[in-house]
Every structure is written in structure tokens, then in C-alpha cells.
């Protein structure tokens, strides 16, 4: 028997029905010589702090730097007790391994697929042989020809080190500055991290930018002309910030009744079309044109993916190589009869395709994203947008460029420049594809000569004002993550900039609602601001290692080298390991003399020796061998400045209106601390209640 591992019970169904895998078991499925089993994902893990026997609550254990990383199974949603469910599939997988006499890794064909099977593998102590399945779409073809094309497992070793120093660094780095926020501040929900926390730092520094960000005005004139039966507004190519100079030259201008037609320059412009998708590209045009956030495209995608109707989308490349090239007629001709799509396969099965999105040295883990051959059936209506997004990037990077001449002419009035710049569309080309509006000029001027006279018909003074970097939004946050904070507006320099980039596209979803889950962002409409929280966590941060953009993007290319050249995974460790060092003790540091700021001179209740602190969403004693803690919010209020300063002053706070029960009943009460250190409500007598 051979065993199969995949990373989904779906996606073993799918290879069980190719393979002729009928027998349903407990966790797995048998028949044809197969054992096909499954993971749910990672099941297994470096193990917790906990699990090498150290107390989260001391600091002198900071940093946590095991000898040896341990591998224990998953842990539950609230990350306490072992999950059951993990620990028995494992038992279900072992079962299976033992059986088998080699394994086919069928769990998905990347950097993190590789590190689910592995971790599995290591810690079930399993030896024996295994091949790699590696495919980019699920359709039945496509696993056919990956299990003609198996490959010996010991050629992803590199890629299996690469996926292994990410989790060892987001392990030591994670952990042991997250609990050195934790304990300085008094919070458990806090947390830091290799990708995070740099993550964070860019949008508090864009937020701060622009807030502090003073408008500058300036001034440019206007006049206003007739060509034919149609009026122009020029805009002079000088700019002035003193009013009382643009002033002068206004009036000046005004006395000038004519314009001269200085110079005509026309020139073709050639806008090739774009590449095809990768997940970070789908993800920001997904957030432009949708608002959909970027782990809500990840997981439609994932969806579309399992239903077999596009190509593997944890994907970084936006190219494809020459043997996917030749089956993209095939896959157009499937369009034919979706009539937003008909004219333009038409047009393409006529005409030579397009291949600047085709190139075999340029493709990463897997090519960029496609359509499969399959054609949907019936699509709800955010995958519909999703899938549509990917069918016309697809349409449109196979297409001809767009070509057409753009006419810039200058005008003289006054011995002033002023400008008007039009276009006309020779070959529309890909930007025929979805028809979406040109570029702005896109309008036909008529032709005119040089040296012609123009009457002025009117003058203006515009006021202008400088304006701060935009905020982030979930598009432009990818973006710069994906180029490590750098403003690149160039797409060939952009491409160049990938490898330095931080978060993976498989990474930076989770890492961006990790933020908000944290508290430490929020959504403004479209913008992505911090809160508070974030913005306090960031000014306490900001200049350590741990909050430096670049730094991560130096990480994150030296796993990709790490997958070239597996001999510099021990070098990257060692310098994780001293990185580790240095940041936790920076944390401490920086972080203990900010500590004052949150003392009181209110008694601990319980131990009646530390002092209280108050934090942003708790309360907490100040004194090492104390555990007195207690959240600021209490069935659903949260406790302000004032009432928290009567509790610890007087022993009981003001009554406070608008407490929440658990069947959502009002209720109003004041709080003390009893015995037992614990926040109780007093209740007002009906009596003194009716009075009132």
C-alpha cells in the first residue's frame, strides 16, 4: 500500500476519485493500493513555552531560547488545551504511515504544504520513503499528470529548511518580545512580531505623516481659449508659493489678449498590457473595485481553487512558463459561450497572443493565477467578482497593446507657458478587454499648426495646496509590503523590489487582520488607521529593531535564498538567535521606563503592598509575586478614568449605568473589589432607586 497525505479532506476526496479510491474509513479513505489521508491544515507545531516547563509570568526566563525546538500537536482555538480533533487525525495519519510501505506528499505544492508534512513526519518519527505531488490546479488532469510526474521528497528539503526558519524565527522573535510587552504593560493581548510589528510601524508612520502634515498653498494661472466650437482651460506650467508674486503675474496676464501656439509635439505611447495575477495583485484590485479585504480574497479564492475552476492562488509570480503558454487557447475557447467574454476570445483566437507574461526563468513556487478549463456552473456573487477578476486579467494580459499618439502643445501668453496635452486611441488592445475608462487627456484635439494666434476668452489665479502621502488602504498597505515600505510606483522596479518584501502573498492577509484583531488598527472607510493602542504601542517602538521595515525585508529574501541554498539556513538561525537577544532586552528596557506612566499611588486590593496601574484595557498590580489583574470592560462597559480612580481611592466606584447581563438585560451598579480580589457589583436598593 502507498500512503497519501493532502493538506484538506476535500482535496483527498478529489485524488480518491482520480486514483479509483472508494472505501470510506475513520479519517481516511482505502482502495486501488492507496491509503489516502488528510492534516486540516497544521496540525503539529513548535511547541509553547509551557511545554519546555517555563513560567510565562517571568522575566528573568526572557528570552526563551530552547536548545532543541520540540514538536507537540495543535493547540485549541484559544490556544490552551491540545485540540482533540488534531491529536486524533494524527493517530488516524500514523496509523496510515505505519501500514504503508512509502508516503505521496499531496499537501499543497508550497513552502508551507512542505512544512505541514514534514512537522507531521518528524514528529510521528516516521522513516519512511516519500515522493512529492506537485500540481497547480486540482482538475483531474492536472493530478493525473503530477502522479506520472512524481518527484523524490529529498528535492524540497531546502524548501522544507526555508518554511522551517520562518517558524523558528517567527517563534523566537514572536514569542519572546510579545511576552515582554505583556508583562511590562500588564496586557495579554499583546503581541509582536518578525512581520507585525514592521507592519504596524508603517501604518502608525503614514497616520503620523499625515497628521502632522502642514498644507502649503500655491498658486498657478489659467486662461481659457475657443478651438473650433469648444472651449480649452490651459494651466501654466509655473507654479508660485508667494500669493503677492503670482499676484503680479496675474494682473500682468490679464493685459495679454492673445496666445501663441509655441510648439506641437506628437509621440506614440505604447501601454503594453498588465501581467497576469499573482494573490497580492488579486488581492489589491479585489480591494480597489470591491472593498473586499485581503483575507476575504485569499479565502474565495481558496474556495474557487478547491472547486477546481482556477489554479493554485498562494501563489507570487505573475508569469507563466512556456508548456502552461500553449494550453491558454484551449482555456479561452471555454470562454466562448459567456457572452461578457465572447467577443474578445473571438477577436484573440485571430491574432497572435500576447506573450510578455511568459517566461519560464521568472516562475516561483507556482505560476501565476489562471482559469482552469472548467466552466463554473453558479457562482455566488462575491466569487463571481473574484473569478471575473482573474478571467479578464487573464483576457487582457494575452491581448495587444493599447497604441496611440499622444499630441502635448505649448502656449505662450505674456511670455508665460501653459500647457494642454489630448490622445487618440489607434489600437485599443487589452484595454478593450473590460472597456474600463481611459487614462485622462484621452480626448481628440483638433489639429493645429504652430505659430497660430489664439484669442484669450478668460483669465484665472487657481489656489492650490500641497497635499500629505494618502492613508493606507488595504491596497496600497499590500503594496508597500510587498516592497518593504518603499514608494514604487514603477511596476519593472516594483517586480525588482519582491524579494525584499515582507509577509509572504500566502502571509500578509493573516498578518494585516492580526492587526485588527489586536486592537492596534481600524478601518476609516476605505483608509486603514491605528488606534490608540497601536499608535502608543508604536511611539514606545518605533526606533527598536523589532519595528524596522527593512530589516524584515532582508529576512524574508535571505529563506528565499535559504530554498537555493539550504547551507545558509544555520547562518540565518544564528543571526535570529543574537536578533532575539538584543530586541527582548531592548523591549525591557524601553518599556520599563515608560512603565511610571501607567502607576498610580492606589494600594493593591488583594495584596495590599504593590501599587495599581491603570493600562489601556486593564488593570493591574504592580508587584511581581501578585496576581491581581482585571480588564478594564465589564459586561460590556468599559470603565473610565474617573471610575476607575474612586474604585482604588474609596473601594468602590460611582454607580455606573449601562452594564450588560448575559441575556442582554440593562442594569446599573457600582463596582468593589472582594476578598478574593475579584470586581463585584453593589447593587442600588429599589427603594433609593425610585427616589432618584
Given at each position: 500500500?502507498?500512503?497519501?497525505?493532502t493538506e484538506k479532506p476535500s482535496v483527498g476526496r478529489d485524488i480518491a476519485r482520480v486514483l479509483g479510491v472508494t472505501n470510506k474509513k475513520d479519517g481516511y479513505l482505502e482502495g486501488n493500493g492507496y491509503m489516502i489521508t488528510w492534516a486540516y491544515g497544521h496540525l503539529v507545531g513548535l511547541a509553547y513555552p509551557e511545554d519546555y516547563g517555563i513560567n510565562r509570568f517571568e522575566i528573568n526566563n526572557l528570552p526563551i531560547i530552547p536548545k532543541e525546538f520540540v514538536l507537540t500537536p495543535r493547540r485549541s482555538a484559544k490556544g490552551v488545551q491540545t485540540d482533540s480533533g488534531a491529536v486524533k487525525q494524527l493517530k488516524v495519519i500514523d496509523k496510515v504511515f505505519s501500514q504503508c510501505k512509502s508516503i505521496i506528499v499531496a499537501t499543497d505544492a508550497g513552502r508551507e504544504g512542505e512544512l505541514i508534512f514534514r512537522f507531521i513526519y518528524e514528529y510521528l518519527?516516521?522513516?519512511k520513503p516519500f515522493q512529492r505531488l506537485w500540481i497547480s490546479s486540482l482538475t483531474d488532469s492536472a493530478i493525473k499528470d503530477g502522479f506520472n510526474n512524481l518527484v523524490d521528497g529529498s528535492a524540497f528539503d531546502s524548501l522544507y529548511l526555508a518554511a522551517k526558519a520562518r517558524s523558528i524565527s517567527d517563534w523566537l522573535i514572536g514569542i519572546n518580545a510579545s511576552r515582554a510587552l505583556c508583562k511590562m504593560t500588564g496586557e495579554w493581548n499583546n503581541s509582536l512580531g518578525r512581520v507585525q510589528t514592521p507592519t504596524l510601524a508603517m501604518i502608525?508612520?503614514?497616520y503620523m505623516e499625515h497628521k502632522t502634515f502642514i498644507s502649503q498653498p500655491y498658486f498657478q494661472p489659467e486662461i481659457k481659449i475657443t478651438i473650433g466650437d469648444k472651449m480649452y482651460a490651459l494651466t501654466g506650467t509655473q507654479k508660485y508659493e508667494n500669493e503677492q508674486?503670482?499676484?503680479t503675474v496675474y494682473k500682468r496676464l490679464t493685459q495679454c489678449p492673445t496666445t501663441k501656439l509655441s510648439k506641437v509635439e506628437t509621440k506614440e505611447v505604447v501601454q503594453n498590457p498588465p501581467l497576469l495575477h499573482d494573490l497580492t495583485?488579486?488581492?489589491k484590485e479585489a480591494n480597489v473595485k470591491f472593498g473586499f479585504s485581503a483575507e476575504k480574497t485569499l479565502n474565495i479564492a481558496q474556495k474557487l481553487y478547491e472547486g477546481k475552476l482556477i489554479s493554485y492562488p498562494r501563489t507570487g509570480s505573475r508569469y507563466i512558463p512556456e508548456d502552461v503558454f500553449l494550453q491558454i487557447p484551449s482555456l479561452m475557447a471555454g470562454l466562448i459561450a459567456n457572452p461578457l467574454y465572447a467577443s474578445v476570445v473571438g477577436q484573440l483566437s485571430k491574432s497572435k497572443l500576447n506573450r510578455q507574461s511568459v517566461n519560464d526563468k521568472k516562475i516561483t513556487d507556482h505560476h501565476a493565477l489562471l482559469i482552469t478549463g472548467n466552466i463554473p456552473d453558479k457562482l455566488k456573487e462575491d466569487e463571481e467578482k473574484v473569478y471575473s477578476l482573474i478571467t479578464g486579467r487573464m483576457l487582457e494580459a494575452f491581448s495587444k497593446a493599447c497604441k496611440k499618439d499622444v499630441t502635448e502643445y505649448s502656449f505662450i501668453c505674456d511670455e508665460l507657458e501653459f500647457g494642454l496635452k489630448g490622445s487618440q486611441v489607434k489600437q485599443m488592445g487589452w484595454r478593450g478587454v473590460l472597456n474600463e475608462d481611459m487614462d485622462e487627456d484621452s480626448h481628440l484635439l483638433p489639429l493645429l499648426q504652430e505659430g497660430e494666434y489664439f484669442n484669450v476668452d478668460s483669465y484665472n489665479l487657481l489656489q492650490k495646496s500641497t497635499k500629505p502621502k494618502p492613508l493606507y488602504t488595504e491596497a496600497s498597505l499590500l503594496s508597500a509590503m510587498?516592497?518593504?515600505g518603499k514608494e514604487i510606483e514603477d511596476e519593472e522596479k516594483r517586480k525588482a523590489m519582491k524579494e525584499c518584501g515582507i509577509g509572504t502573498p500566502a502571509t500578509r492577509a493573516a498578518i494585516i487582520e492580526t492587526l485588527f484583531s489586536r486592537e492596534y488598527i481600524l478601518r476609516l472607510k476605505k483608509t486603514i488607521i491605528p488606534t490608540k493602542r497601536g499608535l502608543d504601542l508604536y511611539k514606545s517602538l518605533r526606533t527598536l529593531n523589532i519595528a524596522d521595515v527593512e530589516m524584515t525585508g532582508a529576512w524574508e529574501s535571505a529563506m528565499a535564498k535559504i530554498e537555493k541554498d539550504p547551507e545558509f539556513y544555520h547562518s540565518f538561525i544564528s543571526g535570529?538567535?543574537?536578533?532575539?537577544?538584543?530586541?527582548?532586552?531592548?523591549?525591557l528596557e524601553v518599556l520599563s521606563i515608560n512603565k511610571a506612566d501607567f502607576e498610580t499611588p492606589y494600594i493593591c486590593p488583594k495584596c495590599k503592598l504593590g501599587k495599581i496601574s491603570f493600562y489601556s484595557q486593564s488593570i493591574k498590580c504592580n508587584?511581581?509575586?501578585?496576581?491581581f489583574t482585571m480588564s478594564r470592560k465589564i459586561c460590556g462597559k468599559v470603565l473610565n478614568e474617573k471610575q476607575l480612580t474612586e474604585l482604588f481611592k474609596n473601594g468602590e466606584s460611582p454607580v455606573i449605568k449601562g452594564f450588560k447581563s448575559k441575556k442582554g438585560n440593562s442594569f446599573d451598579a457600582s463596582i468593589f473589589i472582594d476578598e478574593t480580589g475579584k470586581p463585584t457589583f453593589k447593587f442600588i436598593p429599589k427603594e433609593k432607586a425610585n427616589k432618584k
Open positions: 500500500m502507498i500512503a497519501i497525505l518519527k516516521c522513516k502608525c508612520n503614514r508674486e503670482a499676484n495583485s488579486l488581492q510587498e516592497t518593504a535570529i538567535l543574537v536578533f532575539t537577544e538584543q530586541t527582548t532586552k531592548e523591549i508587584n511581581s509575586k501578585c496576581r
